[in-house]
C-alpha cells in the first residue's frame, strides 16, 4: 500500500515532538548551573541546545515559507551574530523563558506543516541551501533534532547519570548498580586490547 502524504506528515511530526520531548526533559531537576554549565570542551550544554533548536524551527518554518515566527530569535542563528550566540543562554536569559519560547516555536511549526503540502518550496534564508520542499525540511529538522538530543543525552548521563527517552524510562539494563562499573572496565579492557594489537600504544 502506497503510504499518502497525510501518512508520511503525521510520522515525521511524531518523530520530531519525540525528540522534542526528549530534549526537554534532559534539563528536568537540574539547578540553574547545570542546566547552563559547558560540558565539553566545544562548550555544548543543555539550555544553550533548546535556544539554538529554537531558532532552526522559527528560521526553518517561518521566514522560509514566509511564515514568520513573531518575536523570531534571527540574531541568533543569522545576520550580526557572535559565533554560537545560539549555543549557549546569557545570564539574563532565563530558563522558564527560553523553554516556553521553545515549546511555542513548536505550535507554529506544526501550522506550518499542517497548512502547506510537502511538497511546498521553501527559500531557506542561508547557503548552500536555497529553495527546498518542505518535506525535506522537516525530515532535516527531525534529524537535526533527534541528533542533539542525543548529545544531551550524554551531556546529562554525564551531569549526574540520569539516562532515557523521558523521565522513569531510562532504556538500560535493569541490573545492580555495581554492575556498571564492572561493565565500563570491561569495555575500558576490550579497547586496551584492540590497541595493542594494533600497535597502538596505550597510555597507563
Known amino acids: 500500500m502506497t503510504k499518502q502524504p497525510d501518512d508520511s ?14 530534549v526537554l526533559w534532559k534539563l528536568e531537576g537540574l539547578s540553574e548551573y547545570d542546566v547552563r554549565r559547558p560540558v565539553t570542551p566545544s562548550g555544548t550544554n543543555l539550555l544553550g541546545m533548546v535556544k539554538h533548536l529554537t531558532g ?20 541568533w542563528v543569522a545576520g550580526a551574530a557572535e559565533p554560537n550566540a545560539d549555543l549557549w543562554a546569557r ?13 511555542r516555536v513548536w505550535a507554529h511549526t506544526d501550522a506550518t506543516v499542517d497548512a502547506l503540502p510537502l511538497n511546498a518550496v521553501g527559500r531557506v534564508p542561508w547557503p548552500p541551501h536555497s529553495r527546498l520542499a518542505l518535506g525535506r525540511i522537516l525530515l532535516h529538522v527531525v534529524a537535526e533534532t533527534q541528533r542533539h ?22 532504556v538500560l539494563p535493569d541490573v545492580s548498580p555495581d554492575w556498571w562499573p564492572a561493565h ?14 594494533a600497535g597502538e600504544s596505550v597510555p597507563e
Not at 56 to 75: C, I, K, M, N, S
Open 9 to 22: 506528515k503525521r510520522d515525521l511530526k511524531l518523530y520530531l515532538q519525540d525528540a522534542r520531548e526528549a
Open 56 to 75: 532552526a524551527e522559527a528560521v526553518y518554518f517561518g521566514e522560509t515559507f514566509d511564515r514568520p515566527f513573531e518575536g523570531a530569535p534571527g540574531l
Open 149 to 170: 538530543a542525543g548529545q544531551l543525552d550524554v551531556v546529562r548521563e554525564l551531569l549526574d547519570g540520569a539516562t532515557g527517552l523521558r523521565p522513569g524510562d531510562p
Open 91 to 103: 545570564p539574563e536569559e532565563s530558563r522558564e523563558t527560553l523553554i516556553a519560547e521553545y515549546r
Open 184 to 197: 565500563h572496565d570491561r569495555v575500558e579492557r576490550a579497547a586496551r586490547a584492540a590497541a595493542r594489537a
